[in-house]
């Protein structure tokens, strides 16, 4: 098959006719991953939403000592992760705001210590903004804050905070926010130390369908240059309680668009990530006749997309995670964070 050019791409998502995009995407997943669909056993540690940003999309950042901020000392990150199934469960994910009252040691010693108490536990911890913003206050490069971490028991990083790249969205949402050519090199530099990385992108806000295929077509241009990115995971944007809560909630018709397109987009990234929290569980249980073959996982306690409104569950249990990828006709696939097969459920 021929890579899909950006202009093709963006025909595709003007088209309001999603048949031919659905068939093509779904016969791609199909020859990929016959008829398994992924979780994992997972939960999030948001450790502060103290954050020295105010992005317009954001619910979950507060200032310092504002009403319903919230940051975490090393003894209660354990005791949160020991009370949360750390020591059943495969995954910890954990991203939080740009809190300037944490130093380098904070972040070294968290990594360390829930390496030294939960062993078995693999760490995707820090996203490219955060990674960028421990270098400068430690004065480190990227490079540097990253072996620094790896040293210290990081296995993989998360995709957030890549929003949409367009120059124009950017300046209007999140102007003060790592720029995108930063968040491209701080993934590149992770993945030329061995580290893999999910890649993410907002959508459904004021981005354009020129902007959506200008971001996607970035993240393939690196995915060719190191191979690194394990996962694309569109994130729907939830309008409530942000500086964007004047706009509407995005279509299921362009979210089913956004997946379908990114599985015929991305011929380099082997997996298309459903982030059930931001679509409901009915809307990915569709998306995974439309090229999905990922849906997440337990999650326990989601927090970020909750303060900006979505109203999904905070968690899943196993069972109910099953259950919805058996009840959509898919083989229920569960995996670690590097897509190694667990357990299938035939």
Sequence with gaps: MTRLSAKEAIQFLSNTDIYELGTLANSIRTRLHNNKTYYVKNFHLNY????VHSCKFCGFARRKGESGGWQMTIDSILEYIGNHGGS???EVHIVGGLNPEYKFDFYTEMVNQIRQNFPNLHIKAFTATEIDFISKISKKTIDETLKSLIEAGLNSMPGGGAEIFSKRVWDT??????APDQWLQVHRTAHKLGLKST??????????HAEIVEHMNLLRKLQDETGGFTAFIPLAFQPYDNQLSHLNQVSALESIKVHALARVFFDNIEHIKAYWVTLGLRL???LMDFGVDDIDGTIVEERIMHMSGANSPKGLTEESLIRHIKESGKTPVQRDTLYNPVKIWN
């Excluded at 502060?48 to 954050?51: D, E, G, H, L, S």
């Excluded at 949402?173 to 790592?178: L, P």
Aim: net charge negative.
């Design 284 to 286: 990915a249980q569709i």
């Design 199 to 208: 890649c993410t992108m907002l959508y459904g806000h004021i981005e354009t």
């Design 48 to 51: 502060t939403n103290i954050c």
């Design 173 to 178: 949402v999140c102007d003060h926010k790592t």
């Design 88 to 90: 059943t469960l495969s």
